[in-house]
Each structure stands twice: as structure tokens, then as C-alpha cells.
């Protein structure tokens, strides 16, 4: 079956947006110090594996994820979520809180990072 006259067909699942990298080169680099900051959460929390696989980050369905990180007697997840524009913590005590993904400096999105883990009781040294 054709599309009706005027209409566009419907995108299929192989069809990916077509990105120019230099509109794009600011949000990647500044994309990509964020993630190191939350890189340098997993390595100052999680158990040293060998080959560095204790820092790597997931890919989930809608963007990055820690996975489960231990912290006291409970544990943390930070998640990037790129469909709905926000970074994600979430406590195993029920705790959680949100940044919405925007544009700002890194040292703007570092310090707002800390006191988002602050206010979860989550006190650490990031190097």
C-alpha cells in the first residue's frame, strides 16, 4: 500500500536522522566531559574490576546508565536520559532526584551534579 498523495511514508526502524557534525561538535564535547564526570562517580564507588570495566557506562533504552553502584549500606544509580532531557539518581533507600539536560558549563553541570548527590546524602571525592 502507497502513502496518500501529500503525505510522506512512515520512517522505518533503519532510518536514522541525518547529523551534521559540525552543528553538532559543541553538544558532543561538552556531552562527552558529562560523562566523564559521572565515569569518575562509578570509578570512586564501584569495585575495581580488571581492564577498567568497573567505570564503563550502559547504554539503555533511552540513554546511559551506571548501572547499580554501591554507596554506605545501599546503593546508587545515575542515569542519563536523552528522550526526556534529564540526569537521574536514584537511591536503593526509595531517594531520588533529577537535573534537566540543558545547556550550561561543565564546571556549571559538575557543581549542580554534586549537590544533586549532596541532597541524597551521597558525599564523594571525584578526581
Do not use: C
Amino acid at each position: 500500500m502507497s502513502a496518500p498523495t501529500g503525505t510522506s511514508p512512515p520512517a522505518t526502524a533503519t532510518e536514522w536522522p541525518v547529523l551534521s557534525l559540525d552543528e553538532w561538535n559543541p553538544t558532543r564535547d561538552t556531552l562527552h566531559r558529562w560523562v566523564q564526570i559521572i565515569g569518575k562517580t562509578r570509578l570512586a564507588l564501584a569495585s575495581p574490576v580488571n581492564h577498567w570495566w568497573h567505570v564503563a557506562l550502559y547504554a539503555t533504552a533511552q540513554g546511559l546508565t551506571t548501572s547499580s553502584m554501591p554507596y554506605g549500606a545501599g546503593a546508587i544509580e545515575v542515569e542519563l536520559d536523552f528522550v526526556h532531557h534529564e540526569l537521574r539518581v536514584t537511591a536503593s533507600d526509595g531517594s531520588s532526584g533529577a537535573l534537566q539536560l540543558g545547556p550550561r558549563s561543565v564546571a556549571q553541570f559538575y557543581a549542580e551534579y554534586l549537590r544533586l548527590l549532596g541532597s541524597l546524602g551521597v558525599r564523594i571525592h571525584l578526581w
